[in-house]
Protein backbone atom coordinates (compact mmCIF):
# COMPACT_ATOMS: atom_id res chain seq x y z
CA UNK A 1 0.00 0.00 0.00
CA UNK A 2 1.39 3.39 -0.56
CA UNK A 3 1.34 6.51 1.50
CA UNK A 4 -0.36 10.01 0.69
CA UNK A 5 0.19 13.34 2.57
CA UNK A 6 -2.15 15.63 1.99
CA UNK A 7 -3.14 18.86 3.49
CA UNK A 8 -7.11 20.24 4.13
CA UNK A 9 -8.90 20.77 2.03
CA UNK A 10 -7.26 18.76 -0.37
CA UNK A 11 -9.04 16.24 -2.94
CA UNK A 12 -11.62 16.27 -5.31
CA UNK A 13 -13.94 19.08 -3.99
CA UNK A 14 -18.32 18.41 -4.30
CA UNK A 15 -20.63 20.79 -2.88
CA UNK A 16 -23.98 19.71 -1.92
CA UNK A 17 -26.15 22.32 -0.85
CA UNK A 18 -24.79 23.96 2.35
CA UNK A 19 -22.09 20.97 2.46
CA UNK A 20 -18.54 21.62 1.13
CA UNK A 21 -16.69 18.37 0.81
CA UNK A 22 -13.32 17.32 -0.06
CA UNK A 23 -12.88 13.69 -0.99
CA UNK A 24 -9.76 12.99 -0.32
CA UNK A 25 -9.94 8.94 -0.46
CA UNK A 26 -12.57 7.36 -2.45
CA UNK A 27 -11.46 3.59 -1.64
CA UNK A 28 -9.78 3.29 -4.75
CA UNK A 29 -6.21 2.50 -2.81
CA UNK A 30 -7.77 0.93 0.18
CA UNK A 31 -9.57 -2.38 -1.46
CA UNK A 32 -13.03 -0.33 -0.95
CA UNK A 33 -12.51 -0.65 2.86
CA UNK A 34 -11.79 2.82 3.52
CA UNK A 35 -12.55 6.40 2.33
CA UNK A 36 -11.73 9.82 3.81
CA UNK A 37 -13.89 12.82 3.17
CA UNK A 38 -13.49 16.35 4.97
CA UNK A 39 -16.69 18.12 5.33
CA UNK A 40 -17.63 21.38 6.38
CA UNK A 41 -21.40 21.76 7.09
CA UNK A 42 -22.61 25.62 7.03
CA UNK A 43 -25.06 26.21 9.74
CA UNK A 44 -28.38 25.18 9.24
CA UNK A 45 -27.87 22.77 6.37
CA UNK A 46 -29.53 19.94 5.98
CA UNK A 47 -28.08 16.44 7.14
CA UNK A 48 -28.18 13.35 4.89
CA UNK A 49 -31.52 11.64 5.76
CA UNK A 50 -31.03 8.28 7.87
CA UNK A 51 -29.45 5.48 6.28
CA UNK A 52 -27.53 2.15 6.57
CA UNK A 53 -24.38 1.17 5.18
CA UNK A 54 -24.09 -2.62 5.06
CA UNK A 55 -20.34 -2.70 3.97
CA UNK A 56 -18.87 -0.08 5.94
CA UNK A 57 -18.70 2.02 8.93
CA UNK A 58 -18.99 5.66 9.21
CA UNK A 59 -17.75 7.47 12.18
CA UNK A 60 -17.77 11.57 12.32
CA UNK A 61 -14.87 13.72 14.21
CA UNK A 62 -16.39 17.36 14.62
CA UNK A 63 -12.91 19.50 15.19
CA UNK A 64 -15.20 23.01 15.29
CA UNK A 65 -18.90 23.53 16.63
CA UNK A 66 -21.84 21.11 17.08
CA UNK A 67 -22.79 18.36 14.25
CA UNK A 68 -26.85 17.81 15.46
CA UNK A 69 -28.04 14.47 13.22
CA UNK A 70 -31.85 14.36 13.71
CA UNK A 71 -33.10 10.89 13.47
CA UNK A 72 -36.83 10.22 14.63
Do not use: N
Amino acid sequence: MDTSIVKSREGKFIQLAGIKLWVIEDGTRTRQELSVVEAEVLPGSTTPPPHVHYAHEEIFYVLDGELDLKYS
